[in-house]
């Protein structure tokens, strides 16, 4: 068996296989296995929680009933929330988290993925994704307003006319304009994706209002 063409290509195949598992899985395990992972509270910056304040002030009501105030906790604890609702609405299905270093992707979506983004609780497990039917969202933080959000989620083809995503009305009471405690956290989580980048697209307002105080 092993000295015909199948042979050959059998074995052939189980080296490549066993390649690929030792480099994108054994070594990057042996790499990466003391690097701490940051919890939800590390990765709340500036560019966060002006989003989640804006929230609170764009919808008084709603943010009232979900949450205690703005503080880096009460952010925190939408991030996780967002990221379960997030996982479980399965929106990464359609949407990658994971810009590669190919075909002009950065052009699209902002800065190539890097190792460390990934080092954090809020990426655990990493959506690297292979489906776009949706743009790939590492980058999305700050791109859109909080109620463009709202709208989006509540109805997508109202801002998007031609998107095939589904609506999710069960993530407000009633009515865009009423985000309920799941709706607001699913927006915060995607606020945040991206925010610890300079390239942020509210970089240098947020360190505008950071200068004065904020």
Known sequence: MFESKAGVLFIAGIGFFALAFLSNVVVPVLMFRDQPERTAEADVNDRTLYQFEELSKRYPESFRAAFKGTTTEDCAEALRLGRQIYVGEGCWHCHSQFVRPVSNE????????????????????????????????????????????????????????????????WLFDGAPDKPNRRGLALITYVQWLGSWLDSYPYYEELESIKSEGY
């Open 106 to 169: 950065s052009r699209r979506y902002g800065p190539v993925s890097e190792t460390w983004e990934y080092q954090n609780e809020l990426q655990r497990p990493v959506m690297f994704g292979t489906r776009r039917v949706g743009p790939d969202l590492s980058r999305e933080g700050g791109r859109h307003g909080n109620d463009w959000h709202a709208v989006h989620f509540f109805r997508p083809k109202t801002v998007v006319s031609d998107s095939p995503m589904p609506e999710y009305p």
